[in-house]
């Protein structure tokens, strides 16, 4: 953990002090050979809160108007109504396929299917 926030033993050693002090964390029984720190029902508290601030609502109304302009954006471009041409003609063509062929099956075939 400390090479990932980039700290020194010395400044970790501080860091653990910090939080033990204002009860985040607790020593607790040595599991291997070494004391382990242990996190308190104060540190848990934390979880659900967030450093997030409050977004209001015209905040979140633009925020969702740009998102459906995008995506509309973004459905009418050329590239992506080739893939979905691509994509549902190849479904359109399976689906009249079955049916035809239920129809075939059924008697109710206005053509028949010819192997």
Not at 29 to 43: G, N, R, V
Request: proline residues 3%.
């Amino acid at each position: 953990m400390l090479k990932e926030l980039r700290l020194s033993d010395a400044q970790g050693d501080r860091v653990l002090e910090e939080l033990a002090s204002q009860g985040y964390i607790s020593l607790g029984p040595p599991q291997h050979k070494e004391f382990e720190y242990q996190i308190t029902e104060l540190a848990y508290e934390l979880v659900p809160s967030s450093a997030a601030k409050r977004i209001s609502r015209t905040t979140t109304q633009d925020a969702l108007k740009g998102l459906i302009s995008r995506a509309k954006e973004i459905t009418l471009s050329i590239r992506c109504r080739l893939r979905m041409a691509t994509f549902s003609s190849g479904v359109k063509w399976l689906r009249s396929f079955l049916i035809r062929s239920l129809r075939c099956l059924n008697g109710r075939a206005l053509f028949s299917i010819s192997s």
